[in-house]
């Protein structure tokens, strides 16, 4: 089956994933995917991931993070530019989430990275999601 926003897509497994309490999520794999997945980790939002190399395609299994209580460290997950309506930001314009709490993951000239980031970098790209 061809999913028309794969980004979406991985946002929604995880955030599914997250309701229904389980341990990791499998996630087809491509650069983009791993990309965000690289920063949910270097953010402390996820406690690790694996790529697993299977005979049809490549999967990324991502660790989900708990608290003590059982809580999800990812509160929130919500993508921002779609396919049907580019979202674009300038350097000196990237969104804060909840006060600096939460991170805009953006895909710039230079890669995909944090709003910080870009902001510090100088540089503006598609703002691709939010994460809290």
Same mark, same amino acid.
């Given at each position: 089956?061809t ?9 929604t ?38 790529? !697993? ?25 919500e ?9 674009? @930001?300038?350097?000196?314009e ?11 993951? !953006? ?6 990275? @944090? ?15 939010y994460?809290?």
């Amino acid at each position: 089956m061809t999913v028309s926003d794969p980004i979406a897509d991985m946002l929604t497994r995880i955030r599914n994933a997250i309701m229904a309490r389980h341990d990791f999520v499998p996630i087809p794999a491509s650069k983009m995917k791993l990309a965000i997945t690289r920063i949910l980790k270097a953010e402390g939002f996820i406690n690790d991931y694996e790529v !697993l190399r299977g005979k049809p395609h490549r999967v990324i299994k991502i660790h989900l993070k708990y608290d003590d209580s059982n809580r999800s460290v990812l509160s929130g997950l919500e993508r921002v530019s779609k396919p049907g309506l580019r979202v674009y @930001t300038g350097c000196k314009e990237v969104p804060r989430v909840y006060g600096g709490l939460g991170i805009a993951i !953006l895909s710039t000239p230079g890669g995909i990275m @944090t709003g910080h980031q870009a902001w510090r970098k100088e540089v503006g790209g598609e703002l691709l999601c939010y994460v809290w």
